[in-house]
């Protein structure tokens, strides 16, 4: 049995992340959960939270609005409209974010697409801002 396991991270535009890993939890909309390599086959919603990928002696971090996960005993497929690497990520950077979304709301004409897709974007924000809070 191969000692790693394949992990993906997309978003519809692009790829976020692709290596071999030792491990990978998940949050699941039933709570965490691990998987290695030689993983029964499954799907699974995942809820807001952060998925973790361990490569040996480092832990990639990402924080995910939730999504699907589709594993194989091979593959681990995470699927998200929202996905941010958590590496390198500090608050004034988010508040300056989510800051530029809220004067961009006030500009949009009401009940347009532009509208809700601002309204989106600045409720994914916050939830990343509370996660990194605690």
């Known amino acids: 049995m191969n000692n790693t396991i394949l992990v993906k991270i997309t978003m519809p535009s ?10 990978i939890n998940v949050p699941g909309t039933d709570g965490v959960f691990g998987v ?6 499954l799907i699974s919603k995942i809820a807001i939270g952060c998925v973790s990928v361990f490569l ?5 971090k990402f924080f995910i609005y ?8 091979i593959e681990v497929n995470i699927v998200s409209e ?3 690497d958590l590496a390198g990520q500090n ?4 508040l300056n974010r989510i800051a530029n979304f ?5 500009q949009s004409e009401k009940n347009s697409l532009e509208t809700k897709l601002l309204d989106d974007a600045i409720i994914k924000y916050n939830s ?3 996660f990194m809070g605690n």
């Open 66 to 73: 939730e999504g699907i996960a589709q594993i194989t005993p």
């Open 128 to 130: 990343l801002l509370a």
């Open 56 to 60: 040996g002696e480092q832990e990639k």
């Open 36 to 41: 290695l390599p030689g993983h029964v086959k």
């Open 91 to 94: 608050k004034s950077d988010i």
């Open 102 to 106: 809220q004067t961009e709301l006030e």
């Open 82 to 84: 929202f996905v941010v």
């Open 14 to 23: 692009e790829t976020i992340f692709e290596a071999q890993a030792k491990m």
